[in-house]
């Protein structure tokens, strides 16, 4: 089993940055996807950001420019750096890590509880 828990989460002003970071862990072979998601209220969840491990990213056109996903060596924990932020980017993200515990089993997705970000004044 794997476990995903994201932390860093908080209130910023319009134009602040914020920092979140997403560990991975429990019974691990690999991760071949770790990305972000948000659900605003009264809307669907939406990806903002993903990152595979051989690196390649793709960004939600609202963040591009704006937000940055990395993950560390290890490839098992994930942050995504907010700047400018924006009224509408409140919502709680979510980290998502697409993973597989042994050589034989299939990858699967595993979501962390949610980490609530506020951009307000």
């Known amino acids: 089993q794997v476990q995903v828990v994201e932390s860093g989460g908080g209130l910023v002003q319009p134009g602040g940055s914020l920092r979140l970071s997403c560990a991975a862990s429990g019974s691990i072979f690999s991760i071949p996807i770790m990305g972000w998601y948000r659900q605003a209220p009264g809307k669907q969840r939406e990806l903002v950001a993903v990152?595979?491990?051989?690196?390649?990213?793709t960004y939600a056109n609202s963040v591009r420019g704006r937000f940055t996903i990395s993950r560390d060596n290890a490839k098992t924990t994930s942050y995504l750096q907010m700047s400018s932020l924006k009224p509408e980017d409140t919502a709680v993200y979510y980290c998502n890590a697409v993973a597989s515990s042994t050589v034989r089993t299939e990858p699967r997705n595993y979501w962390g509880q949610g980490t609530q970000v506020t951009v307000s004044s």
């Open positions: 990152m595979h491990s051989g690196g390649a990213t």
